[in-house]
């Protein structure tokens, strides 16, 4: 072992909440089959607030997501305790567990080709390998005008427009395979969320 694992191949990567009520699997998960991002937005931040997590962050306030397609993410059992909030009735939908209040992703809508899978969900444990080996390292921060503390050193780079247009070209061709479908999220024929959002109100946003 080198440390070092230039081609990973795609695998399997066990989804679990902390509690293991709610499993998945996020299938084809590999370094160049997403993108890993760490994220300082003010609103990812007011999602772990909600959920009373403070282990979501990194001590900068960022949250370790990795986006890839919604059709290569399927979760198994517990669905019944899955819970949709969306900070105000224009947010994205953010998913997270009832049963221990694990943060499993963030979605824009039925028909957008991606989800940002949060590293609380993923079970790394279960196949030995650090998160680093199984996602590749950070690629970008985004948002890192929001950060409440000193940036980590890496990655060094905000996100460069080379990575924002491949980026754009991976999302697409998500799209064009039919990757945005089936999604655990939301209904195949009506799009409908599986789990009606809660919607803040601008109060209980302004108060987290
Ligand atoms: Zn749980
Ligand atoms: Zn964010």
């Known amino acids: 072992m080198t440390g070092i694992e230039v081609a990973r191949l795609p695998s399997d990567l066990a989804l679990r909440c902390e509690c293991g009520h709610v499993r998945g699997v996020a299938s084809e998960v590999s370094p160049s089959t997403g993108y890993r991002v760490l994220c300082y937005c003010k609103d990812c931040q007011a999602f772990a607030r909600f959920l009373e997590r ?3 962050l990194d001590t900068a306030g960022g949250t370790d997501i990795f986006q890839m397609p919604p059709g290569r993410v399927k979760l198994t059992a517990g669905m019944d305790a899955m819970r949709c909030l969306r900070l105000s ?3 994205i939908y953010r998913w997270y567990t009832d049963c221990c209040r694990t943060p499993i992703g963030n979605t824009a809508g039925p ?3 991606l989800i940002g899978l949060i590293h609380c969900f993923m079970d790394h444990e279960a196949d030995g390998h650090s998160r680093d080996v199984v996602l590749g390292p ?4 985004i948002y890192e005008r929001s950060a409440v503390g000193p940036l980590p050193s890496t990655p060094t780079a905000p996100p460069s427009f080379r990575v924002s247009v491949r980026r754009a ?3 697409f061709g998500w799209w064009m395979r039919g990757l ?3 999604t655990p999220f939301f209904d195949d024929s009506t799009n409908a969320p599986c789990s009606a959002p809660r919607v803040l109100t601008r ?3 302004a108060a987290l």
Do not use: F, I
């Open 89 to 91: 009735n224009r947010g």
């Open 54 to 56: 403070a282990d979501v």
């Open 180 to 182: 945005a479908r089936p």
């Open 203 to 205: 109060s209980e946003r």
């Open 111 to 113: 028909r957008v080709p």
């Open 169 to 171: 070209s991976k999302m």
């Open 138 to 141: 950070p690629l970008c921060r």
